[in-house]
């Protein structure tokens, strides 16, 4: 899940990284009190989860009070990439001596956490990386030694060896990086992070993304409904627990594990059946879990079949069954229902659905045909 730089910035604060005075505003009138209340010259941006607001209008310095109400109005007309801004940040416009990129990343290739600081900020960091790759540092992370004071030294002759800079440097290191762990995330950025006149090191943009998989650890982040980034039916099963991907078609794949999904997936398209969305129960399913799955593909409307594909290891086919058994009665009656399953207890499983007159197959393709050809009759 991405925040919006307003989010980012309200945490940065939170951890004592520096931020320009400022407040998030959702409609003209808000954006001029607020500007009023801090002081012209201000710095208007488009609250979105995308990028490239600057060249498509939706940031805009504006140095006369008069002006802030109009040129909000027509940055929250303006769509960035297709999004529509849910509100303006009013930032107190500061003059900058310098700009860097810090952030600090989860390298998945590499598997380690990496710290990337660049002494040219302000710009996209993996276009930096293509053009001028030597103007930027990674200082990867051992997640056993986590991050050690030998890791952030290696920052001090990027910024000239100046150590009144590099004190100030060292803290805002520290504190993204607890940031990075407290909130689970993918990716935490500022960029720029910019040397004022005064010689402050202040934060003037944010961003971050947090693990999906967290989203239970991370309750009060969630519930605040970025509904920019994902599909409603992503946010109903993020607020269950659960990873739900939106596609476009009318089958739901219920499964324990994503390589099972994606199979599935390659099996309906093979027979020209498009999947509404996917729905990862994991590993360890309990009836009641997969009571509360059911109950969120359900309310995608596209859903007109639910195709469950179970592979018993850990999870167990019984509990599967029971939850499926008890789900049944939640399930509108021209939603098509078939089941897979394989593994542990799997006849148990079996027993259980047929005395709900729900016959399951051991046989994945089997069962593939058996929901293309009930809703091929619907």
Excluded: W
Aim: aromatic residues 6%; positive net charge.
């Amino acid at each position: 899940m991405k925040l919006y730089e307003y989010q980012v910035k309200e945490i940065f604060s939170k951890y004592g990284i520096n931020i320009q005075k400022g407040k998030f505003a959702k409609t003209p009138q808000e954006a001029k009190q607020i500007a009023a209340a801090i002081g012209v010259p201000v710095v208007l941006k488009s609250q979105v989860l995308v990028g490239g607001r600057g060249k498509a209008g939706g940031v805009k310095i504006v140095d006369d009070l008069s002006d802030v109400e109009k040129v909000a109005g027509k940055i929250l007309k303006t769509e960035i990439k297709g999004y529509k801004p849910i509100g303006i940040l009013v930032d107190k416009k500061t003059e900058i001596k310098q700009e860097f990129y810090l952030g600090i990343v989860f390298d998945r290739k590499m598997k380690k956490t990496v710290i990337i600081f660049s002494p040219s900020g302000g710009i996209d960091i993996e276009e930096m990386s293509k053009r001028c790759p030597q103007k930027i540092t990674k200082i990867y992370i051992d997640e056993l030694l986590a991050l050690q004071e030998f890791h952030i030294n290696r920052l001090l002759p990027l910024v000239d060896n100046d150590r009144e800079m590099f004190s100030k440097l060292k803290k805002i290191v520290k504190e993204l990086y607890s940031i990075y762990k407290k909130y689970d995330s993918l990716i935490v950025e500022i960029n720029p992070l910019a040397l004022t006149e005064n010689g402050d090191l202040v934060a003037l943009d944010g961003k971050m993304e947090i693990d999906n998989n967290a989203s239970y650890r991370q309750k009060l982040l969630v519930d605040t409904d970025n509904k920019d980034e994902e599909n409603p039916i992503e946010l109903i099963g993020k607020k269950a627990g659960f990873v739900v991907i939106k596609l476009k078609g009318n089958i739901s794949i219920i499964s324990n594990g994503a390589g099972l999904a994606l199979s599935t997936l390659d099996l309906l398209h093979k027979y020209n059946m498009g999947v509404a969305n996917i729905l990862d129960l994991s590993g360890g399913a309990t009836p009641g879990k997969v009571i509360r799955a059911v109950k969120v593909v359900i309310q995608d409307k596209d859903v007109k079949g639910i195709l469950f594909n179970i592979f018993g290891g850990i999870t167990r086919c019984d509990e599967i069954a029971r939850g499926i058994a008890g789900a049944l009665k939640s399930i509108p009656e021209d939603i098509s229902v078939v089941c897979r399953l394989q593994g542990t207890n799997r006849e148990e499983g079996i027993s259980i659905l047929k005395d709900v007159s729900l016959n399951a197959e051991t046989d994945l393709e089997e069962v593939v045909k058996n929901i293309v050809s009930t809703m091929n009759r619907g």
